[in-house]
């Protein structure tokens, strides 16, 4: 193996992916009460985790991993003297790129030669996954450490989310969208189509009811790809949702109809208890990225 795939659980990749392809997961820390504080996928699973949210009403608050808990996944691979890839989640969502490049410059001050690349993905759950998936790639396809630093770089910016939520009171509760916008939506029965892009997520447009909104996050994907400029069979892309399941496989088969393509079956993503935190339980959407050229 030519390096070592490292990224924080913001990515939402599944278990069964991970281990599969050996990646190391540095995972955020999950609150209800605001004073115990567990890691994510160890101490609550998605079910229970948005069933807490849906009966009891609860706000959970996450918190990122600290520059220990990078050392800690980072070390091991030092001391076999493999380089390391690690993808954080975007700098305007969190500080867990600024951990990880606090651990990295630790490392270095006592093994001067580690290799240890810290990638500011500028993403987020679904396109988060989607970029490690292309780490993954390039790494088996042999593509050495440098190279694949310099092509993560290159097509980060290409990733987005387009998605929904069941209410913008989680964001407005954890401060990524402003009061006003939740007022006027709760008032008004309006559910939102939000884009992530450049690191950051905008209002896409508005809707009235769950069907119509998930609609229109399928037309602003459409919307997307009819500029000449973008070809659609350059990119990958992820259905995920958080709590509702089955409504996620009804919506897939529609993206797919719709747009002409195929979801890849081998990335299992599902928004997990960090991303759940901000987004509430019925989060639904679609990461893209574009496809490594290499």
Same mark, same amino acid.
């Given at each position: 193996?030519?390096?070592?795939?490292?990224?924080?659980?913001?990515?939402?990749?599944?278990?069964?992916?991970?281990?599969?392809?050996?990646?190391?997961?540095?995972?955020?820390?999950?609150?209800?009460?605001?004073?115990?504080?567990?890691?994510?996928?160890?101490?609550?699973?998605?079910?229970?985790?948005?069933?807490?949210?849906?009966?009891?009403?609860?706000?959970?608050?996450?918190?990122?991993?600290?520059?220990?808990?990078?050392?800690?996944? @980072?070390?091991?691979? #030092?001391? =076999?003297?493999?380089? %390391?890839?690690?993808?954080?989640?975007?700098?305007?969502?969190? $500080? *867990?790129?600024?951990?990880?490049?606090?651990?990295?410059?630790?490392?270095?001050?006592?093994?001067?030669?580690?290799?240890?690349?810290?990638?500011?993905?500028?993403?987020?759950?679904?396109?988060?996954?989607?970029?490690?998936?292309?780490?993954?790639?390039?790494?088996?396809?042999?593509?050495? @450490?440098?190279?694949? #630093?310099? =092509?993560?770089?290159? %097509?980060?910016?290409?990733?987005?989310?387009?998605?929904?939520? $069941? *209410?913008?009171?989680?964001?407005?509760?954890?401060?990524?969208?402003?009061?006003?916008?939740?007022?006027?939506?709760?008032?008004?029965?309006?559910?939102?189509?939000?884009?992530?892009?450049?690191?950051?997520?905008?209002?896409?447009?508005?809707?009235?009811?769950?069907?119509?909104?998930?609609?229109?996050?399928?037309?602003?994907?459409?919307?997307?790809?009819?500029?000449?400029?973008?070809?659609?069979?350059?990119?990958?892309? *992820?259905?995920?949702?958080?709590?509702?399941?089955?409504?996620?496989?009804?919506?897939?088969?529609?993206?797919?109809?719709?747009?002409?393509?195929?979801?890849?079956?081998?990335?299992?993503?599902?928004?997990?208890?960090?991303?759940?935190?901000?987004?509430?339980?019925?989060?639904?959407?679609?990461?893209?990225?574009?496809?490594?050229?290499?």
């Amino acid at each position: 193996m030519n390096f070592q795939i490292i990224s924080d659980g913001a990515c939402d990749l599944l278990p069964e992916y991970t281990t599969e392809h050996n990646i190391t997961i540095v995972p955020f820390y999950v609150t209800f009460d605001g004073e115990h504080y567990t890691k994510e996928g160890e101490g609550i699973d998605h079910d229970a985790f948005y069933l807490k949210m849906i009966n009891e009403h609860a706000v959970p608050k996450s918190s990122l991993p600290s520059v220990q808990d990078y050392l800690d996944k @980072f070390q091991p691979f #030092v001391d =076999e003297g493999m380089p %390391i890839i690690c993808i954080t989640i975007t700098t305007k969502f969190s $500080g *867990s790129y600024n951990s990880a490049c606090t651990a990295k410059n630790l490392i270095l001050e006592s093994n001067p030669d580690a290799k240890i690349a810290v990638i500011d993905s500028t993403l987020n759950t679904a396109s988060e996954g989607l970029f490690v998936n292309e780490a993954v790639k390039l790494r088996d396809k042999g593509i050495s @450490f440098e190279d694949a #630093v310099n =092509e993560l770089e290159n %097509i980060k910016s290409t990733g987005r989310i387009y998605f929904t939520v $069941g *209410s913008l009171e989680y964001l407005v509760k954890n401060g990524r969208i402003g009061k006003l916008a939740v007022l006027a939506g709760d008032k008004l029965g309006i559910r939102p189509i939000i884009i992530m892009k450049d690191g950051d997520i905008s209002l896409g447009g508005i809707s009235r009811s769950r069907k119509k909104s998930l609609q229109s996050v399928l037309n602003s994907i459409s919307s997307y790809f009819k500029d000449p400029a973008i070809n659609i069979a350059d990119y990958n892309f *992820s259905v995920a949702c958080g709590y509702g399941i089955e409504e996620a496989k009804e919506f897939q088969a529609e993206f797919e109809e719709l747009l002409g393509v195929k979801c890849d079956p081998a990335v299992k993503i599902r928004i997990g208890t960090t991303i759940g935190c901000h987004t509430g339980p019925y989060a639904l959407g679609v990461g893209l990225i574009k496809k490594s050229s290499l």
